[in-house]
Nanobody, 124 residues
Framework: QVQLVESGGGLVQAGGSLRLSCAAS????????MGWFRQGPGKEREFVTATSVNGRNTYYADSVKGRFTISRDNAKNTVYLQMNNLKPEDTAVYYC?????????????????WGQGTQVTVSS
């Protein structure tokens, strides 16, 4: 069983930045592809980004490319999402997710475990 706990959400003005963290336990982080998803008000959950087990490869949704950066510190069992130039449409609950198959293509990320989510609100 993998436990994922997100933190770092909050209220920020448009153009601002936030960094989310996801602490993983129950399994060595370096064996899992990790990703972030989000669900805005009245919307379905959508993929944001994913990173390979060693962090060398990343994949982003077009809507966040160039503004968001995913990274991981396997020694600390933590994954990060740096979000810059935030827009009101980025307002959502952000979820950390783990894919236990390290051979999946990042664009075909399939979550086996989810965190509880952290709220990000961007005001205009």
């Amino acid at each position: 069983q993998v436990q994922l706990v997100e933190s770092g959400g909050g209220l920020v003005q448009a153009g601002g930045s936030l960094r989310l963290s996801c602490a993983a336990s129950g399994r060595t982080l370096g064996t899992m592809i990790m990703g972030w998803f989000r669900q805005g008000p009245g919307k379905e959950r959508e993929f944001v980004t994913a990173t390979s087990v060693n962090g060398r490869n990343t994949y982003y949704a077009d809507s966040v490319k160039g503004r968001f950066t995913i990274s991981r510190d396997n020694a600390k069992n933590t994954v990060y999402l740096q979000m810059n130039n935030l827009k009101p449409e980025d307002t959502a609950v952000y979820y950390c997710a783990a894919d236990l198959n390290p051979f999946h293509q990042l664009g075909s990320f399939r979550s086996d475990f989810w965190g509880q989510g952290t709220q990000v609100t961007v005001s205009s």
